[in-house]
């Protein structure tokens, strides 16, 4: 029963402030709803005992990309003068594709038959997560260094002062 | 409690992220829409990995919160270089491909 309740009350927050985070007028009041949904997210791994990739997505996302982003809209938002309407003209189109494909999801989800039940854990799954990185999926993970040291060398170069 | 309401969840927030994507005009709130969408998709992974009792999703979970917070930063740079070129980070003013 505790765990209904508390799925509802995440649901509700993650929901109400991804919806906030694409209807909100004022771009900055849009990622701090963004930050909020992102914890929100944070509470849906502790539900699913992934407490690692809770603690993961609250340093790297809501610590890391909110501040990325509050940086940006810092640099290239006028923010004086007249401001311009955040949608265009396509709200119809696409809440029209958006309802669409959720209506598909949700048919497919129904009919099919899902566990309703999880496997019993044994063992601490941050250690087993710690060592299947390093022995069976060490490849993507020194993939994954070099990606974000591309990336890095990236960003590094296109923010880089004008000459 | 089933699998079924975390798909629903997840789908629910992929869907908006999609109608942000798509309704935006600031080239930054696409990227907000983006990762709403990122972010349902890692709730899918970790909510099959733990249901089916596969660990392999909880780390494709680790290695897709990298390559996106890795797409966050090179999507912002580019926004901000398009802003110092174009003085606007509206999309759609940055129609040069329409012809």
Request: net charge neutral; with cysteine; hydrophobic share 60%.
């Amino acid at each position: 029963m505790t765990e209904q309740i508390t799925f509802a009350a995440l649901s509700i927050t993650l929901v109400g402030s991804a919806l906030a985070v694409v209807l909100s007028k004022n771009l900055f009041h849009a990622v701090l709803w963004l930050a909020l949904a992102l914890t929100g997210t944070a509470g849906v791994f502790l539900m699913l005992d992934a407490e690692f990739l809770a603690a993961v997505q609250l340093l790297l996302y809501a610590g890391g990309i909110i501040t990325i982003v509050v940086f940006a809209i810092v640099v290239t938002e006028r923010l004086v003068g007249e401001r311009l309407t955040q949608t265009n003209m396509r709200i119809g189109g696409g809440a029209f594709v958006a309802l669409v494909l959720l209506g598909f999801i949700a048919t497919v989800v129904t009919r099919h038959p899902l566990p309703m039940t999880r496997p019993e854990m044994n063992g601490d799954l941050t250690r087993m997560l710690g060592q299947s990185v390093l022995t069976q999926y060490v490849l993507p993970f020194e993939l994954l260094a070099v990606l974000m040291l591309a990336g890095m060398l990236g960003a590094i170069y296109f923010a880089r002062p004008e000459e | 409690m089933g699998l079924q309401p975390y798909i629903l969840l997840s789908a629910t927030v992929f869907c908006i992220g999609l109608f942000g994507v798509t309704t935006r005009r600031n080239t930054i709130g696409i990227l907000l829409g983006v990762e709403l969408m990122m972010n349902a998709v890692n709730i899918n992974l970790v909510a099959f990995a733990r249901y089916t009792g596969v660990a392999a999703g909880m780390i494709f979970t680790v290695f897709t919160i990298c390559i996106t917070v890795t797409e966050a930063a090179l999507g912002l740079a580019i926004v901000i270089l398009l802003f110092r070129v174009r003085r606007t980070v509206m999309a759609d003013h940055l129609d040069l491909l329409k012809g």
